[in-house]
């Protein structure tokens, strides 16, 4: 509880000065109530980056080095180390005992994830066209240019966001975190980027927090005030219709007002109360409703950066404020009653190829298995159940910058992988044909290779690229666009 503290509403909000910029700046045109009925065909994307380069041959499409005349030489894995749960078509890389990276034992969570959500676990080859990480990354949001530029959270805004607050919210880093290159996307559809998932919540109110407030009519009286002395200044004259400009001015005094009377720095707050640490109670604010769910799901939500975007993404859906969300681990390292996050994230590779992915899908997935499971217990409108739990509704896709080497000194599980462009994806959705693997791989090379995206059936020396991979993510949300590769074999009732 270092992060947040003690005695006055300056020390509360340490830290959340990149937040509140942005939630100022961001030209977003909602002015509904947040929780205003839930459209009957409206879905929900949340992106997961693998940031630096998840291997698809890491986790759930693992080879056995007996099943190979090049096991010994392609990465790939002894039999106990493979694990597929009772029932499943799928299966992935296991550790039954703890494994030691950098003096901590890492703990897998590859083999849980499955046992609880893989009958909607779909696997899905792909070749990226870019070993750069900044390239590779926003590609994998854009398909590679496939729908205009458009970024699938930019999509997914413009076709389900109608009536939000902030359609999309993007808390990744780097190439995950770039507006797409469509300049016909309204303002209202770009992502807002959000710098402390942890601290969001209070920079959706201008004054809550504030000890001995003046009178609520004064506060809005100075508010006008300062309005006028803006476009009055010589800076406001000068830069009167400077679109920038335009766009704050718009957001402070459509936006800011809604957020407020929509009480989302309650509803978005995840800390408890916890009097002489995080001392909610003695600034007049409270925890969400959903904070006790939130703390269960992602115990570590204050201390890890991660847990907190992760808590935030189902609040932000939860509440009616987004529709799409992207979250991801840092590259900096996390030292949190063990290794959380390695150095570079899975770029670390490049130094211990195999535990660093190990360490890094097992946090990835962890982050996953919380959000899924609160979608999963939460239903989609308070005032109609009959609508269904959140997750009916829901894809979760797990976005890799690209793979990694496909060989490794004879027998040897130290070593380290550069980037290579042959992959795949992990899409979660009830929405999905779960429980299977789009494609295959070559067990004498460890190339994965494509499927028929009708029929399903692999189809090896084809490959799939970001484009096809963008148009099963858009053809399970309903999100139509010209040169769409419609994916009938994974999409149900396609």
């Given amino acids: 509880m270092k992060r947040i503290l003690k005695s006055s509403r300056r020390s509360l909000l340490q830290g959340m000065g990149s937040a509140l910029a942005v939630a100022g700046a961001s030209s977003l045109i909602s002015t509904r109530a947040a929780r205003a009925q839930v459209p009957v065909d409206r879905k929900f994307l949340f992106v997961i980056a693998a940031t630096g380069g998840g291997s698809i041959i890491d986790s759930f499409l693992p080879i056995v080095d007996s099943e190979s005349p090049n096991g010994a030489t392609i990465v790939a894995f002894p ?214 769910k939130v703390r269960a799901a992602f115990p570590s939500l204050t201390s890890d950066p991660f847990e907190a975007q992760g808590a935030l993404a189902f609040l932000l859906a939860r509440h009616g404020v987004s529709c799409a969300v992207a979250l991801s681990p840092s590259f900096n390292p996390l030292l949190d009653d063990g290794l959380k996050n390695t150095p570079l994230a899975f770029d670390f590779s490049h130094t211990n190829h195999t535990l660093t992915q190990y360490a890094m899908w097992s946090r990835v997935l962890r982050c996953a298995d919380g959000l899924i499971t609160l979608l999963k217990g939460q239903d989609v409108d308070d005032d109609d159940p009959a609508q269904g739990k959140m997750w009916n509704r829901s894809l979760v896709y797990i976005a890799t910058d690209f793979g990694r080497d496909k060989t490794r000194p004879a027998n040897s599980f130290e070593f380290g992988s550069g980037h290579h462009l042959n992959n795949g994806n992990i899409l979660i959705s009830p929405l999905l044909n779960g429980n299977r693997v789009y494609g295959g791989v070559d067990v004498n090379t460890a190339l994965t290779f494509g499927f028929d995206p009708v029929t399903g059936i692999a189809a090896p020396g084809s490959l799939m690229r970001e484009g096809e991979v963008y148009s099963a993510v858009a053809h399970a949300l309903g999100i139509d666009f010209d040169g769409r590769v419609d994916m009938p074999c994974m999409v149900k009732n396609a």
């Fill in 79 to 292: 039999n106990q180390l493979v694990a597929q749960p009772n029932g499943s078509n799928l299966r992935c890389v296991h550790s039954p005992f703890p494994i030691e990276l950098g003096g901590f034992n890492i703990v897998g969570h590859l083999l849980p994830f499955l046992q609880r959500h893989g009958s909607d676990v779909a696997v899905m080859t792909q070749e990226c066209t870019s070993v750069n990480h900044l390239i590779a990354q926003k590609r994998s949001l854009t398909g590679a240019g496939i729908n205009g530029g458009r970024t699938l959270l930019e999509a997914a805004a413009m076709a389900h966001g109608n009536g939000l607050l902030m359609p999309a919210v993007n808390m990744c880093e780097s190439g995950y975190l770039e507006p797409g290159d469509d300049v016909s996307v309204p303002d209202s559809a770009r992502a807002v980027a959000v710098a402390d998932a942890l601290l969001f919540a209070f920079a959706t109110d201008g004054v809550r927090g504030l000890q001995n407030l003046p009178q609520r009519s004064l506060i809005d009286r100075a508010r006008r005030i300062r309005n006028r002395v803006d476009d009055d200044s010589v800076f406001g004259i000068t830069f009167r219709d400077a679109p920038l400009r335009r766009s704050f001015i718009d957001a402070r005094t459509r936006l800011a007002p809604t957020m407020e009377a929509n009480d989302l720095i309650t509803k978005l707050t995840m800390v408890a109360n916890v009097p002489g640490s995080i001392p909610l109670d003695d600034f007049d604010l409270s925890s969400s409703p959903d904070g006790e």
